[in-house]
């Protein structure tokens, strides 16, 4: 499945750290949402670019974007990684990759360590209306995505 700008983003409900449920519709009613797919939680390419969101987190809020960041991880594994990088907003477990899948963002076979069914690092603006304004699906997972087009997506989208 493709998912393009233009298309209405997939909707999705996931469960957060804190053992909530947190869904798309829900984000998109009171904001833009930026959806980041990382592959794996404690690995040093994952943590430099939720940390980057973190550190420009005040950005996003005056831009009107919520962002929430998805792997296939266990809620409890994202709980701790959470908490140790002092992240502000929400990490969703997809631990049954069906959001990944349906967001064209699933390695079948990651190209490290033999593993299977791995989240491709991936980016996604959502408007509030649940439209898809920037999608960018990374297929090497050591790269970060494009944050400044994210940033002047957002923009465009407060104007």
Same mark, same amino acid.
């Given at each position: 499945m493709s998912v393009e700008v233009g298309q209405q983003a997939p909707d999705f409900t996931l469960y957060n750290t804190e053992q909530k449920e947190v869904s798309l519709k829900d984000l998109t009613s009171k904001s833009n949402v930026v959806v980041l797919f990382f592959p794996l939680a404690f690995t040093s390419v994952c943590t430099t670019e939720l940390c980057s969101a973190r550190d420009d987190i005040s950005k996003y809020q005056k831009l009107n974007a919520t962002i929430v960041a998805i792997s296939v991880d266990s809620l409890f594994t994202l709980g701790k990684f959470r908490e140790e990088q002092k992240l502000p907003f929400d990490l969703l477990s997809d631990f049954n990759k069906e959001v990944s899948r349906k967001y064209n963002s =699933?390695?079948?076979? +990651?190209? =490290? +360590?033999g593993l299977k069914g791995v989240t491709k690092r991936s980016a996604f603006v959502i408007d509030k209306q649940g439209q898809i304004k920037y999608a960018e699906i990374l297929e090497d997972a050591g790269k970060v995505p494009n944050f400044t087009k994210i940033k002047e997506t957002l923009e465009q989208l407060s104007s």
């Open positions: =699933l390695y079948e076979d +990651f190209p =490290l +360590f």
